[in-house]
């Protein structure tokens, strides 16, 4: 230490003001050397926080199914034994249906035609279609307006009453209808 203030005389020798101080803070705190570097800064950035979660999803209630509207046109007031002709008691049951229905927007019209067992199962399928196809042309042309009409014979299966009797067969030669609004 004794080095570094004689260096730091005057040209007269002597110690100036200025020397001692710095030889007095050299020996109490390392003054004269330079202060140590601050540790180094991470030049990271901060993450960036969580996104927030996503709001769960608004559930539209469900749209209810379309309502299906189920008729029967049965009996003997229908159609007679072997044809497929409408019999103008039915017009008024038909009427009845289309009267109902006809401010809804109807989206399909299934009819399924049945027969009772005489005959054979060949013409009974076919007399089936015959007598479905019967209602829906009524239908249709009396104004029951829907997008699609499907129309199925079913024979004799799926009697509804016997085939034992007269009024049991009048009961299984009928039409099942079905409306479905959109």
Same mark, same amino acid.
């Given at each position: 230490?004794?080095?570094?203030?004689?260096?730091?005389?005057?040209?007269?020798?002597?110690?100036?003001?200025?020397?001692?101080?710095?030889?007095?803070?050299?020996?109490?705190?390392?003054?004269?050397?330079?202060? /140590? %570097? +601050? @540790?180094? $800064? #991470?030049?990271?950035? !901060? =993450?960036? &926080? *969580?996104?927030? /979660? %996503? +709001? @769960?999803? $608004? #559930?539209?209630?469900? !749209? =209810?199914? &379309? *309502?299906?509207?189920?008729?029967?046109?049965?009996?003997?007031?229908?159609?007679?034994?072997?044809? *497929?002709?409408?019999?103008?008691?039915?017009?008024?049951?038909?009427?009845?249906?289309?009267?109902?229905?006809?401010?809804?927007?109807?989206?399909?019209?299934?009819?399924?035609?049945?027969?009772?067992?005489?005959?054979?199962?060949?013409?009974?399928?076919?007399?089936?279609?015959?007598?479905?196809?019967?209602?829906?042309?009524?239908?249709?042309?009396?104004?029951?307006?829907?997008?699609?009409?499907?129309?199925?014979?079913?024979?004799?299966?799926?009697?509804?009453?016997?085939?034992?009797?007269?009024?049991?067969?009048?009961?299984?030669?009928?039409?099942?209808?079905?409306?479905?609004?959109?």
């Amino acid at each position: 230490m004794m080095e570094k203030i004689t260096k730091l005389t005057s040209r007269t020798g002597s110690i100036t003001p200025l020397a001692m101080a710095l030889a007095v803070c050299t020996a109490l705190a390392g003054c004269a050397s330079s202060p /140590p %570097a +601050p @540790p180094p $800064v #991470s030049q990271t950035p !901060a =993450p960036a &926080p *969580a996104p927030a /979660p %996503a +709001p @769960p999803p $608004v #559930s539209q209630p469900a !749209a =209810p199914a &379309p *309502a299906t509207e189920h008729y029967t046109l049965s009996g003997a007031a229908t159609f007679n034994s072997g044809q *497929a002709k409408l019999r103008p008691s039915a017009d008024v049951q038909l009427d009845k249906i289309i009267a109902h229905v006809r401010h809804e927007n109807v989206e399909t019209v299934i009819l399924t035609g049945y027969t009772d067992s005489v005959g054979s199962s060949e013409s009974n399928h076919e007399l089936s279609l015959r007598r479905a196809q019967a209602v829906a042309h009524y239908l249709q042309e009396h104004g029951l307006k829907a997008h699609e009409y499907i129309v199925h014979g079913e024979g004799e299966s799926n009697p509804v009453d016997t085939n034992d009797t007269e009024q049991g067969r009048a009961q299984n030669r009928r039409v099942e209808i079905g409306i479905t609004g959109g």
